[in-house]
T-cell receptor, first 113, second 112 residues
Framework: ETGVTQTPRHLVMGMTNKKSLKCEQH?????MYWYKQSAKKPLELMFV???????ENNSVPSRFSPECPNSSHLFLHLHTLQPEDSALYLC????????????FGPGTRLTVL | GESVGLHLPTLSVQEGDNSIINCAYS??????FIWYKQESGKGPQFIID?????DKRQGQRVTVLLNKTVKHLSLQIAATQPGDSAVYFC???????????FGAGTTVTVRA
């Protein structure tokens, strides 16, 4: 257990569906991250929040919409996804400023049909 | 942009032998490096880190070596065990930047 939880662990959705991924951290951190992990590729940073403010949007398509209501919770809202969006979505947290270790959740395995 | 990469995508090791996993980086401003381990069905887990003012750091059964001259990082695992089978990632960032850049990973398989 890393102190970062993600739900659901697995998600299958059609291209017209709307779903949300949830991340919660119990480490007292103030920075949270969404990453996309595809097979044989490096982790791709998607979004960064510091003290609930979005500080990074790494050219992510608008069909992915993040939400950070407080420093402990992070959501990724999904709508009209494409099959190529199928991947493992990882949430991480760290101390604000990010210098140092990021703690990862177990990820949500997303399949888009 | 900067890139972080591992030399080999896969490594097969006999149980009990030592493992060496390599990583090259291109950003000369990188001054902090982390090794992560990712087991099947789990997120990456921190193994060990090193700052650029050091060239070696040891943990429990692991050693990280940093050669800033050639921008090379390695992870050595002593007496490799079946539980060491996983994908290993190096990551780096530079002072003033909170983002980590990750390599693609090396899959280590331990043979009994």
């Amino acid at each position: 257990e890393t102190g970062v939880t993600q739900t659901p662990r697995h998600l299958v959705m059609g291209m017209t569906n709307k779903k949300s991924l949830k991340c919660e951290q119990h480490l007292g951190h103030n920075a949270m991250y969404w990453y996309k992990q595809s097979a044989k590729k490096p982790l791709e940073l998607m979004f960064v929040y510091n003290f609930k403010e979005q500080t990074e949007n790494n050219s992510v398509p608008s069909r992915f919409s993040p939400e950070c209501p407080n420093s402990s919770h992070l959501f990724l809202h999904l709508h009209t996804l494409q099959p190529e969006d199928s991947a493992l979505y990882l949430c991480a947290s760290s101390q604000a400023g990010g210098r140092g270790e990021q703690f990862f959740g177990p990820g949500t395995r997303l399949t888009v049909l | 942009g900067e890139s972080v990469g591992l030399h080999l995508p896969t490594l097969s090791v006999q149980e009990g032998d030592n493992s060496i996993i390599n990583c090259a980086y291109s950003n000369s401003a990188s001054d902090y490096f982390i090794w992560y381990k990712q087991e099947s069905g789990k997120g990456p887990q921190f193994i060990i880190d090193i700052r650029s003012n050091m060239d070696k750091r040891q943990g429990q059964r692991v050693t990280v070596l940093l050669n800033k001259t050639v921008k090379h990082l390695s992870l050595q695992i002593a007496a490799t065990q079946p539980g060491d089978s996983a994908v290993y990632f190096c990551a780096e960032n530079s002072s003033g930047d909170y983002k980590l850049s990750f390599g693609a990973g090396t899959t280590v398989t331990v043979r009994a």
